[in-house]
């Protein structure tokens, strides 16, 4: 008699994973020999772990990652790229988010950076990092509407609050006077307050170019890179290896 109307009152508070745990210890054998304290606590545990699986799978949305599915336990690290190992996995602790420190992911075509970023950033969201994901030519086409139509600041806050922020496919295009600034001002709100990803084709010697005015370049990669990590990736790019084995759904 008790069960519909104590469910009742838990989906009414909203406490769906005490209500799914209720209703499976009521039909499981046994559980009659569980105390109070006992039957409480499971349904506590199983409130705490339903909240938090709502909470990372909000910073997911709100990541918007390209690669939803790269998950830290399927980085691939036999294949020859040049990954080390310890450095990366000491990586996906997140202490380098924690110190706001940045990363800079650089190699050819198809080695894995994207993917490997996303995976980052999996682990980061799990930990309950907010995350932003954003292409580099997309963000500055975004960023130019938004001037026009009055969302920058909107646009600004979204880029600079969030705790990690990765920025993919950066180059080989020169940077015009409106991207400079908007870069340099994303960058310099961010500076000592948040973790910047990026990727990018381009080895780090390039970027002062693709940036261009000499002022602004040392400015804007001053602030980027000197208390940054880098993963240099080399080899063969992934997308041949999968085409020529028939799986392009492989680990990355």
């Given at each position: 008699?008790l ?22 210890l009521?039909?499981?054998d046994?559980t009659a020999?569980l105390?109070?304290?006992?039957w ?5 545990d199983r409130e ?5 699986t709502k ?7 709100t990541a918007?990652?390209r690669?939803v599915?790269?998950?830290?336990e ?7 790229r ?7 996995q000491?990586l996906?602790t997140g202490?380098?988010?924690r110190?706001?420190?940045?990363l800079?992911?650089?190699?050819s075509?198809?080695v894995g950076k ?8 999996q682990a980061a969201c799990?930990?309950?990092v907010?995350?932003?994901y954003k292409?580099v030519?997309r ?7 938004a001037?026009a139509d009055?969302r ?7 880029l ?11 180059g080989?295009?020169?940077?015009n006077a409106n991207q ?7 960058v310099e ?7 910047i990803?990026i990727?990018?084709?381009?080895p780090l ?11 602004f370049?040392?400015?804007?990669l001053d ?7 880098r993963l240099?990736?080399e080899?063969q790019s ?6 020529k084995?028939?799986d392009?759904n492989?680990?990355?």
């Amino acid at each position: 008699m008790l069960t519909h109307p104590t469910l009742e009152q838990l989906n009414s508070l909203k406490l769906d994973g005490m209500a799914e745990a209720f209703t499976e210890l009521a039909s499981q054998d046994g559980t009659a020999d569980l105390t109070q304290a006992e039957w409480l606590g499971l349904l506590i545990d199983r409130e705490a772990a339903s909240r938090e699986t709502k909470r990372f799978e909000s910073r997911m949305r709100t990541a918007r990652l390209r690669h939803v599915g790269a998950a830290p336990e399927d980085v691939d690290y036999k294949t020859r790229r040049g990954l080390d190992k310890a450095l990366f996995q000491q990586l996906l602790t997140g202490k380098w988010i924690r110190d706001k420190r940045n990363l800079m992911i650089t190699g050819s075509c198809g080695v894995g950076k994207t993917w490997l970023a996303c995976a980052l950033a999996q682990a980061a969201c799990r930990s309950g990092v907010t995350v932003l994901y954003k292409r580099v030519p997309r963000l500055f086409s975004e960023l130019e509407m938004a001037h026009a139509d009055g969302r920058f600041p909107r646009l600004f806050r979204s880029l600079t609050k969030t705790q990690l922020l990765i920025l993919d496919d950066w180059g080989p295009d020169r940077l015009n006077a409106n991207q400079r600034r908007d870069l340099m001002e994303i960058v310099e709100e961010r500076y000592g307050a948040g973790s910047i990803l990026i990727t990018s084709q381009l080895p780090l010697k390039t970027w002062h170019e693709v940036i261009g005015e000499p002022t602004f370049a040392d400015a804007i990669l001053d602030r980027l890179v000197h208390n940054a990590y880098r993963l240099e990736l080399e080899g063969q790019s992934f997308r041949k290896t999968h085409v020529k084995t028939g799986d392009e759904n492989n680990k990355s």
